[in-house]
């Protein structure tokens, strides 16, 4: 590939001198962003997108356009373990020896779910639990089989730690734990250019998933997640830099926004739960049946949220009746 070809298309674009690099991939969002931003070591990579061939070509493209080659890639930094953010890494890592951190959290979850064997084995009581039925648990196992090439060669990884700074272009980055997403995911922040990587945290045309599950181990990820989320409110924030789509402003309003939908759908959790029902039962009474298996989890996955968020309320409760829960008001 042509690397003016980059810039004359908008793959590559530079905000805050931060190299924003598009890559493509199969999944509903089409696409996701990997930055790229020199450091005292060398240059760091910042999530990387799917590993197939297109991003292969563009990433090296990348590198001709930018003016650098693979040994100038020192560190990879990870924002989560998501298949978008950390499929390119082990490719990245055998081409130039870099260091691939993860927040230790998200590395659990990707030896576990990801990296390890007997999957069904390791959610099959969560599924059940939640009503899920097996069939659906099998189709997941299916699908995440068949992406799992879009992560290999995996890479090694490294604990991030949350008190670990690090510079970009000669600016401090302070990690922010940013749970829900992912349960370690991480954002990064300049106090002194008030840039923020957000991840999948905050975007700025859609809203993106708050939990996990059934990869989730954090017990109430719609409340963790908002409040994390109202705790960027009190820092400087001038431009974020997302995972999905355009560099954006005004951070807050979004925020607002993503309050204001999550209570709303918890909202009408509550007001659909008109009688006993498990999370799957309750979850198709507000939402189409859709084709796409991790949008059904999804969809399971942030009713299963609200019901966890409502429990801590006070409002509902929650018995265990031959291995499914069943969810009522109080």
């Known amino acids: 590939m042509d690397a003016q070809l980059l810039w004359d298309n908008g793959w590559l674009k530079k905000a805050e001198g931060i190299h924003i690099l598009k890559m493509p991939m199969p999944f509903p969002l089409k696409e996701n962003n ?13 999530d990387t997108g799917v590993n197939c061939e297109e991003n ?6 990348a590198l001709a356009a930018i003016g650098i080659t693979w040994r100038h890639i020192s560190s990879i930094y990870l924002t989560h373990y998501h298949h978008d953010h950390i499929g390119l890494a082990g490719w990245l890592q055998d081409k130039c020896g870099a260091t691939v951190y993860l927040p230790l959290p998200d590395i659990i979850a990707f030896q576990t779910f990801v990296a390890g064997d007997s999957y069904i084995d390791k959610v099959y009581d969560a ?3 939640a ?3 097996l069939a659906m648990v099998r189709e997941l196992e299916h699908d995440l089989n068949n992406i799992k090439t879009l992560l290999e060669p995996l890479p090694d990884l490294n604990p991030l730690p949350i008190e670990q700074t690090i510079y970009l272009n000669g600016h401090k980055y302070t990690p922010i734990a940013i749970p829900g997403h992912t349960d370690g995911h991480y954002a990064f922040h300049c106090a002194e250019n008030q840039v923020l990587f957000s991840g999948d945290n905050i ?12 990869h989730n181990k954090i017990d109430n990820p719609c409340d963790m997640h908002l409040s994390a989320l109202n ?10 830099l997302p995972g999905h789509g355009q560099v954006f402003s005004k951070i807050n309003e979004r925020i607002d926004l993503i309050n204001n939908h999550h209570n709303k759908r918890k909202a009408l959790v509550y007001d659909n739960l008109q009688k006993p029902m498990t999370a799957w039962e309750l979850a ?30 006070g409002i509902i409760e929650a018995f265990l009746v031959n291995d499914k829960y069943i969810y009522s008001r109080k």
Do not use: M
């Open 127 to 129: 599924c059940i639990s």
């Open 56 to 61: 292969r070509e563009i990433f090296k493209a």
């Open 231 to 240: 705790q960027l409110q009190q820092i400087r924030v001038k431009t974020v």
């Open 34 to 46: 990997c930055f790229l931003a020199e450091t005292e070591q060398g240059w760091a990579v910042i």
């Open 284 to 313: 198709k009474t507000f939402s189409k049946s859709h084709t796409y298996i991790h949008i059904r989890r999804l969809l399971l996955a942030e009713t299963l949220a609200y019901l966890q968020s409502l429990l801590a309320d």
């Open 131 to 133: 009503d899920w039925p």
């Open 203 to 214: 975007v700025g045309h859609t809203l993106l998933h708050l939990t996990d599950w059934p």
